[in-house]
Structures are given as structure tokens and as C-alpha cells.
């Protein structure tokens, strides 16, 4: 009897900071729908970001990792180690190719998915991996532009956190503590980032 294949999930983002709610969206999404594992990618460079400076890669890289506990998540550096503007497409086929045979998910949040149409090869995307839309309580996904076979939508308890919110918390100089992990407060201080 043959072993079942692995389901992995891919947690996309820009991470500028990683903060409690993406850890919350990883965790509910992981035990929801029973992954063997999930992946955090922080952007290289984000092509939907051109209109703000986002921090250096590898900063976001190392607060990521700092912020998972890797028994639970895993850190991937495929977007980083490529050159060129960041595009789903390519992450999902460069972690298909490390992880086959596997299932992969692509979670993003629902308001994120309805732009799915715009995005670099979207009939690709739904190829390499199902669509998991993430939603918070009282929220309803506007209708998805894709087949209801394709896409899983879990509903995770509302954190009213943003990278943005913490950005400016930081340029402020107030605390963002219990907003992102204490590892990743005290990353951001020691290289001054976001003042």
C-alpha cells in the first residue's frame, strides 16, 4: 500500500513585518485542514508593491523565521533566491518541483483571491496548487472567480492586525509588542527598521 501524498501548505506574503495574525491564519489553516506542513515564503520583489519601499529580503527573511517555530512551519528562501519581480506562479512551480509528489495549498486572504484573474498564468496556479481563501468571522467572500473544486475558504478568528498598522506603530515610536512575536520586536529594534 502506497504512502499517501504529503499536503503542504504556502503561506505567501511579504512578511514587512510577520505578525500574530498571519501566525494565526498558518496555524488555523494547518489544523482546518490537516497539512502535514506549511511553508511561509516571504516575497523577493513584490511586483504589487512598487508604489512603497519594502524592507530588504533578507530582513524580512530573517524575521519570518524568527517569528515560526520550525517544528510546526517551515521558511522557504524560493522567492528571495530568484531574481526578478515575485509572481505566485513562479513560487508554486519552484515548490512543486522541491516537494513532488505533493498537494500543495496557496493560501491568501479572500479579498486577495477575487483579483485572482489579474495575476501571471492563473489557469497554472489552479493547476499547481488548490486555492485556500482565508476570511475572518462575519465576513463573506465575494464571489470567487473560480470553480467552488478548486477553492477551500476557512474562516479564522479576527486579529485586527496589519503590516502596515505595525509599520507605522514603529515610525511612531510607539510599542508593537504582542502585535508581532517578541523575537521578531526585538529584530526590528536592534536594526532600526521601519523609523
Known amino acids: 500500500m502506497g504512502r499517501a501524498r504529503r499536503r503542504i501548505g504556502v503561506l505567501g506574503g511579504t512578511f514587512d513585518p510577520i505578525h500574530l495574525g498571519h501566525l494565526v491564519a498558518a496555524c488555523e489553516v494547518r489544523h482546518r485542514l490537516a497539512l502535514d506542513e506549511l511553508i511561509f515564503v516571504p516575497t523577493g520583489e513584490p511586483w504589487q508593491k512598487q508604489d512603497r519601499q519594502v524592507t530588504a529580503a533578507e530582513d524580512r527573511y530573517i524575521m519570518t523565521l524568527l517569528a515560526t517555530d520550525r517544528s510546526t512551519f517551515g521558511v522557504s528562501r524560493v522567492d528571495i533566491d530568484r531574481t526578478g519581480p515575485t509572481f505566485t506562479v513562479d513560487t508554486l512551480r519552484d515548490l512543486h518541483a522541491q516537494h513532488d509528489p505533493a498537494d500543495l495549498f496557496f493560501i491568501t486572504g479572500a479579498d486577495t483571491l477575487a483579483g485572482l484573474p489579474t495575476w501571471r498564468e492563473p489557469d497554472v496556479l489552479l493547476e499547481l496548487a488548490h486555492m485556500v481563501a482565508v476570511t475572518r468571522p462575519g465576513h463573506e467572500l465575494d464571489a470567487a472567480p473560480l470553480p ?28 508593537i509588542d504582542y502585535l508581532v512575536p517578541a523575537a521578531v520586536v526585538e529584530y526590528i529594534g536592534k536594526h532600526q527598521l521601519y523609523r
Open 148 to 175: 467552488p473544486s478548486a477553492l477551500t475558504t476557512v474562516e479564522i478568528p479576527g486579529v485586527d492586525i496589519s503590516s502596515t498598522i505595525c509599520r507605522e506603530r514603529v515610525a511612531r515610536g510607539e510599542p
